[in-house]
């Protein structure tokens, strides 16, 4: 069957797979959905603004806008005036940083379990691999 070899087809698949699991996962314990756990994790990385979002979540502006929305709205995230007015900052609430770090350990424990199956050379060439594919994407 020619999709079983269709590379954009096997990541979809894939990439899929791993996002239900995951998003079952941080639904059930934490109450997040998928975009305001990326949003939460680049956030935690350094204030963002939501260009800064869109450009390092490759989600579109309505994804991370709605996801910006409901962790503000739950008191996750706050808003800050930035250095360009016409903009405003994203960083963590103190609530924010009590759910992140709580997150984070239940987020590598469950890619250890994803991952486990591999050898440490295969999970080592798999993000190298990723990493080029992403760079040959873009234009």
């Known amino acids: 069957m020619i999709l079983d070899r269709f590379l954009p087809y096997r990541l979809s698949v894939a990439s899929n797979a791993v ?15 998928i ?9 935690a990385e350094g204030a963002a603004t939501q260009a800064d979002l869109v ?16 962790l503000v ?13 016409r903009t405003r900052a994203l960083a963590l609430s103190g609530e924010g940083e009590r759910l992140y770090a709580e997150v984070v350990p239940a987020a590598l424990a469950l890619e250890e379990e994803l991952l486990a199956p591999l050898l440490p050379a295969e999970r080592a060439s ?7 594919l992403a760079t040959c994407a873009r234009p």
């Open 19 to 33: 996002s239900e699991r995951i998003a079952a996962a941080y639904r059930t314990r934490f109450g997040l959905r």
């Open 35 to 43: 975009p305001e756990w990326r949003v939460l994790a680049v956030v």
């Open 55 to 70: 450009r390092r979540t490759a989600m579109d502006k309505m994804q991370v806008s709605r996801a910006v929305s409901a």
């Open 73 to 85: 709205a739950r008191g996750l995230l706050v808003r800050a005036s930035a250095a360009d007015r």
């Open 126 to 132: 798999l993000m190298a691999l990723l990493s080029r």
